[in-house]
């Protein structure tokens, strides 16, 4: 391979990881929040942290003082009303772009791209999650995002990073789980 070659592959694949940040403040509660370009679409790099006055919601194991680092758990139905003007819930179609910007669903390579410090600035902090009548699991472990769009009455599809193997991958969730938000710029 000639060094110009090289030159060109190695300013190719930097031209794809390079990522656009600002920031965003929740008018709400004046949370200021990182954001990333990815694509055409601007994401919040950063997990959600609004305290609703109403819905379910969940600090990583009852602990206030996880906010600050992990931001808040939501059940379903609450992380759709927590949106600000503005912003959507990711739906499931944002999501699968996304892990198609970097390799597809389930690989290895999406995983790196969004995990946290990874090359697409996305972040995914690994926050764990609640699932209801069992408790907290997976901090440090597992991201794990809403999605806007139900599966049937009783799951909601959701975006897992980190977990079984360090893939990036869409599953189900029991819309009564608590996992992390993501938002998109209108």
Known sequence: M?????????LLFIGFNVFSQTTFIDSRDQHEYK?????DKIWLAE???YKPES???WA??????NVAQFAYLYDW???KQIVPKGW??????????????????ETYDAFLALKEGGSSGFNALK??????????????QFSIFWTANEDDPEYAWDCKIGAEGEVAAISVSNKLSGLSVRLVKD
């Not at 819930?89 to 772009?97: C, D, P």
């Not at 209801?132 to 997976?138: C, N, Q």
């Open 88 to 105: 959507h819930l990711a739906t499931k179609a944002e999501f699968e772009e996304l892990l198609n910007s970097f390799g597809g669903d």
């Open 47 to 49: 997990n959600f942290a």
């Open 35 to 39: 954001t990333v370009k990815i694509g």
């Open 2 to 10: 000639t060094m110009k070659t090289l030159l060109f592959f190695t």
């Open 77 to 79: 139905e609450t992380a």
């Open 55 to 57: 819905g379910n919601y």
């Open 127 to 140: 926050a764990g999650f609640y699932w209801t009548g069992e408790g907290f699991s997976g901090i440090k």
């Open 60 to 65: 990583y194991d009852n602990n206030e003082q």
